[in-house]
């Protein structure tokens, strides 16, 4: 039984080959053939594009992990470090992660707040709020496209033009805060409009019909159902902002001891002037480790950022 | 209101038939609402205004610096801002070709891959696959710049020695006396490329994944092999969104910073000019980060640094204005 049910299954399509022989069967050889010629293609590029990937986790990990796994590097700071070629400790890259963090805490309190308002007005109000709004509220999203467009050196120069050469004020670590936080807030309102947008309409109705005024809607209501995506997407932000490195270079001065004043003229350490400081001497062992080490830690502090962010979004998800 | 007779508000909510509606009184919350709209708008113009400033503090700032510049500022190949002596032509060619040819590279595969992810990967490799791409994207620039130029290099020196030994004849791959190593344009596109591949991949998935399965079914069902429905139904949908895509990653590419200060070698000033991309140079953005940091006391190289960073903000305003643009027309489209 069971071969002749095979059999009969199997049977019908070249049946219909001989049967009409004029007609393509989608079996002609060119076709196959391209089709074929295609999936690999395909997933050769797949298969190229994480070459790169795995090469970079692997000399970055691989030159770096002794660096970051002793204790002294989270405890110290470069203090004490001699000229290269003269120094024999890789001391600690804590400044650095102490700057790092702490610039990017306030760019995240300038940012998020700008951003998701930005992002209620977009939503809540440009939508259904009239004409003039609507019409507001496309300059107010075209402005935040080209906002996520302008380069962080951009930024950094419009820093240094508003704050050194017309405000003549001395350059402290908050210009870099500064420049982040026209970085971040595209990338937050971008994600927390998309977020308010997936919050029902029936939700605000039900709440408008209750006779709650439209703000506190928008506050009891829209806010909390929404507000495991807008997290997320804020600590996303905060992870692109944080990898970036030419608001740093430009806007403050390396500061190779701790300090925790975001507004010392003296400047203040980050992750990636640690290792552009260090670059210039990489032949150096004891620079090359403080390189990598450095470039390790960049990068699990920006996924471990980016890891927590998704990890919200997919716990306390929206369900619809 | 039930006041005159003595008795409270929440007394009267027993019987509404009796007297007015006790809510009356009740605040309808139009201070609140005027207020929270108002922070709200206010918001929304801050983000215009700032955008607006950037673009008016760099040319009130780069207008009289270009008035003392001692050359032609749109012609000249010198850039020398301590010096008063600047012209961009070096410096937009730079900018341009490495990233045109960055994304030249990157825009094949990362179609490639969105197909891969959307139409041929199972669908646990299709999680993960996305992941990976996500996580190349969470590679900070300064890790690209130092992998590029430390690590990526020294190797791919061989390749560019075996282009300009082979190619030598096209004027883009003639070797530049003067330059070697690995630190030229071509490798600077290579690593560009890797960098801007996750935006144009998540991006190109996104719209991949939105063709209507009404048209896909229609093309299976008309006997197209996969392949072929892809050709007809699937890229065709997915055009605009690739190429808006693909204007964002070149807007990335123009500005990025890091990875091309440490990679590109610097021209020693006077170099005849060349169409090769085996030639070094530097991009707006690495000679802005290169000069800034000796030349902050200087406001005269300042004013030569802004100059150059407004180009810089006008060549991607107009990509990115570009990418809006199809945006928009394919939003209408669709609806």
């Known amino acids: ?320 | 209101m039930s006041s005159i007779t003595g008795v409270s508000v929440g007394d009267g909510l027993s019987d509404p038939s009796d007297g007015p509606d006790p809510g009356a009184g009740a605040s309808t919350g139009t201070t609140g609402d005027r207020v929270f709209g108002g922070l709200a708008m206010g918001a929304g113009l801050l983000v215009v205004v700032v955008v607006a400033l950037v673009g008016i503090f760099l040319l009130a700032q780069a207008i009289p610096a270009i008035g003392k510049d001692q050359i032609n500022f749109l012609t000249s190949r010198e850039w020398n801002a301590a010096g008063q002596r600047f012209g961009i032509a070096q410096l937009l060619w730079t900018t341009v070709v490495s990233s045109v040819v960055a994304l030249l590279l990157a825009v094949p595969f990362s179609v490639g891959i969105a197909l891969f992810l959307t139409h041929y990967a199972p669908a646990w490799l299709s999680r993960i696959g996305a992941v990976l791409i996500d996580l190349l994207a969470a590679v900070p620039s300064i890790v690209y710049g130092i992998w590029g130029i430390y690590v990526v290099a020294p190797k791919f020196t061989h390749v560019q020695n075996f282009l300009q030994d082979w190619l030598g004849w096209i004027p883009l791959f003639k070797a530049v006396p003067g330059v070697t190593g690995g630190a030229t344009i071509l490798m600077v596109s290579v690593v560009l490329a890797v960098m801007i591949l996750p935006i144009i991949t998540a991006l190109s998935r996104e719209v991949f994944a939105q063709t209507p399965v009404t048209h896909k079914e229609g093309a299976l069902a008309l006997g197209a092999t996969r392949w072929e429905m892809i050709r007809t139904a699937v890229l065709p949908f997915g055009r605009p969104g690739v190429i808006s895509a693909s204007m964002l990653g070149l807007g990335r590419a123009l500005g990025e910073t890091v990875a091309v200060l440490f990679i590109l070698t610097a021209l020693p000033g006077g170099q005849r000019f060349t169409a090769s991309l085996m030639n070094g140079g530097a991009t707006f953005a690495s000679q802005i980060a290169g000069d800034a940091p000796e030349n902050q006391n200087n406001a005269d190289a300042m004013g030569a640094l802004i100059a150059a960073g407004l180009v810089l903000f006008i060549l991607t305003f107009i990509v990115n204005a570009i990418a809006r643009v199809i945006v928009e027309r394919r939003r209408e489209f669709s609806e």
């Open chain 1, 1 to 320: 039984m069971s071969t002749t049910n095979q059999g009969s299954s199997a049977a019908p399509a070249p049946a219909v080959d001989e049967a009409l022989p004029d007609l393509d069967t989608g079996r002609s050889g060119g076709r196959a053939l391209r089709n074929n010629a295609a999936t690999v293609l395909v997933w050769l590029a797949f298969l190229i594009a994480l070459i790169p990937l795995v090469w970079i986790l692997w000399i970055v990990v691989s030159k770096g992990w002794h660096s970051v796994a002793s204790m002294t590097w989270w405890q110290k700071d470069q203090s004490g470090a001699l000229p290269p070629g003269f120094d024999t400790n890789i001391r600690g890259a804590r400044h650095a992660i102490v700057g790092t963090v702490e610039i990017g805490l306030i760019t995240s309190l300038i940012a998020i707040p700008i951003a998701v308002m930005t992002a209620i007005y977009l939503v809540e109000y440009g939508r259904s709020g009239g004409r003039t709004n609507a019409r507001i509220a496309r300059v107010v999203s075209f402005m935040v496209d080209i906002l996520s467009g302008i380069p962080s050196i951009v930024a950094a120069l419009f820093v240094f033009a508003v704050w050194v050469t017309t405000l003549q004020q001395q350059l402290v670590p908050i210009c870099v805060a500064l420049a982040l936080t026209m970085l971040m807030i595209p990338v937050v309102t971008r994600s927390t409009e998309e977020m308010l947008k997936l919050v029902p309409n029936e939700l605000r109705e039900a709440s408008y019909a209750l006779g709650v005024p439209k703000w506190k809607t928008v506050v009891r209501v829209v806010l909390p159902t929404a507000i495991s995506g807008i997290i997320t997407g804020a600590l996303l932000g905060l992870a692109r902002v944080l990898g970036e490195t030419a608001p740093w270079l430009f806007l403050t001065t390396y500061f190779q001891y701790l300090t925790y004043n975001p507004a010392a003229s003296a400047g203040i350490a980050s992750l990636p002037t640690l290792i552009y400081n260090q670059s210039g001497n990489i032949s150096s062992p004891i620079s090359a480790d403080r390189v990598w080490g450095g470039a390790l830690t960049l990068i699990l502090l920006v996924l471990a950022i980016n890891l927590l962010g998704r990890l919200i979004g997919r716990l306390t998800r929206v369900k619809r």
